[in-house]
């Protein structure tokens, strides 16, 4: 019950697309959705986190998608740019708990081409 | 107000070596985070500490891992005897409080063993 399953591994998006990540946890407990971004050589720095009691959040081009009941929350970045290449982590864990107890998908690997 | 510093950035090590990875929490933040990424995977969480304590280590190896935070200096990640499965990117947070939502992470350590 403690698993982040994040998809797809990697993903290619022309400059204005939109890239869609998705991610599936188990325990129903959780209450607390942030997505990572992390640029290569850096560390994760949190860009966008969303809680149960809304559907979605949205902060500029970066849009988070929560379904309660499927257990499943997505990341959509509209108009995607070439300076959004990066690896995105979903995490889940409880709302104002430890940060070691947020559970961290493998990742998703995004390179937007020109 | 500097970020999290980590240091060195990368290391090498020949087998059998110890490894010392340091950490510097931003200013007034007494909780800190070390992580582990090894390629292709998320992020696992390996120990929390305040000053002078260490709260949870539900992820750190049984073996020759151990890790400190104390009254004065940065928090220390020690690895004995280093094996080459340890070679990854280490990464440690800060955080004011014990919250997830109020956490930084460093540029992270990587780690090789040779």
């Known amino acids: 019950q403690q698993q982040v399953k994040q998809s797809p591994q990697s993903l290619i998006v022309q400059k204005g697309g939109i890239s869609i990540i998705n991610c599936a946890y188990e325990n129903t407990a959780f209450d607390y959705f942030p997505w990572y971004q992390q640029f290569p050589g850096k560390g994760p720095a949190l860009l966008i986190a969303i809680r149960p009691d809304v559907s979605e959040k949205k902060e500029g081009r970066f849009t988070i998608s929560f379904n309660k009941s499927a257990k499943q929350f997505s990341l959509h970045i509209m108009d995607s740019q070439p300076g959004d290449s990066a690896t995105y982590f979903c995490?889940?864990?409880?709302?104002?708990?430890?940060?070691?107890?947020?559970?961290f998908g493998k990742g998703t690997k995004l390179s937007v081409k020109p | 107000n500097a970020g999290v510093m980590q240091n060195p950035r990368h290391l090498v090590r020949r087998r059998g070596q110890e490894a010392r990875l340091r950490c510097s929490p931003m200013k007034g933040h007494s909780h800190v985070y070390w992580y582990r990424q090894l390629p292709e995977e998320g992020l696992k969480f390996m120990v929390y500490?305040?000053?002078?304590?260490?709260?949870?280590e539900s992820g750190m190896p049984k073996e020759r891992f151990s890790a400190e935070f104390p009254k004065e200096g940065p928090s220390i990640l020690r690895i004995q005897q280093v094996v080459r499965g340890d070679s990854a990117a280490y990464f440690c947070?800060?955080?004011?409080?014990?919250?997830?939502?109020?956490?930084?992470f460093g540029q992270g350590t990587r780690l090789t063993v040779v």
């Open positions: 500490l305040q000053k002078e304590n260490i709260i949870d």
């Open positions: 947070a800060s955080s004011p409080q014990s919250t997830n939502t109020e956490a930084f």
């Open positions: 995490a889940a864990g409880h709302y104002g708990g430890s940060q070691g107890n947020l559970i």
